[in-house]
């Protein structure tokens, strides 16, 4: 058996890349990527969250969070004002448009993660993302 086949990290990372690339297609006339598309997920989930919280939860580095929130309230995809409890910090609100471009590519992701995951039955997909879930929160 090949090396790279026992790596964890390989396959999941060739995995990954695939829902990537199937998805960014989809993106692409709302000028994000998937991590953009997640980030606005976070903040319909979380409304008036800071780029900190963010950034902690989907454990991306901070200059990167500051760019991402820079063009999606280019967009008009979220709104940032000031916190008002912290004077420091911004909160984040997903607008209207946002909120359009998260409706109409969710199923798109759905029919994606179903499409790589179309050789595992809905049990083994379920327990792929239990663990997946797990090994996630201990990080």
């Given at each position: 058996?090949?090396?790279w086949?026992?790596?964890?990290?390989?396959?999941?990372?060739k995995?990954?890349?695939?829902?990537?690339?199937?998805?960014?297609?989809?993106?692409?006339?709302f000028q994000?990527?998937?991590?953009?598309?997640?980030?606005?997920?976070?903040?319909?989930?979380?409304?008036?969250?800071?780029?900190?919280?963010?950034?902690?939860?989907?454990?991306?580095?901070?200059?990167?969070?500051?760019?991402?929130?820079?063009?999606?309230?280019?967009l008009?995809?979220v709104?940032?004002?000031?916190?008002p409890?912290?004077?420091?910090?911004?909160s984040?609100?997903?607008?209207?448009?946002?909120?359009?471009?998260?409706?109409?590519?969710?199923?798109?992701?759905?029919?994606?993660?179903?499409e790589?995951?179309?050789?595992?039955?809905?049990?083994?997909?379920?327990?792929?993302k239990?663990?997946?879930?797990?090994?996630?929160?201990?990080?």
């Amino acid at each position: 058996m090949n090396k790279w086949n026992q790596s964890y990290g390989f396959l999941l990372g060739k995995v990954l890349q695939q829902m990537e690339e199937k998805f960014a297609d989809g993106l692409v006339p709302f000028q994000i990527n998937a991590r953009q598309y997640g980030v606005l997920l976070y903040i319909e989930e979380n409304p008036y969250c800071s780029q900190k919280d963010i950034s902690d939860n989907l454990q991306i580095d901070r200059t990167t969070m500051v760019s991402h929130i820079d063009h999606l309230e280019k967009l008009e995809f979220v709104e940032r004002t000031k916190n008002p409890t912290d004077r420091r910090s911004y909160s984040l609100l997903i607008i209207e448009k946002g909120k359009e471009v998260l409706t109409s590519r969710w199923d798109n992701l759905t029919e994606v993660e179903a499409e790589v995951l179309s050789p595992l039955d809905a049990q083994e997909r379920q327990s792929l993302k239990d663990f997946l879930i797990k090994v996630w929160k201990t990080l």
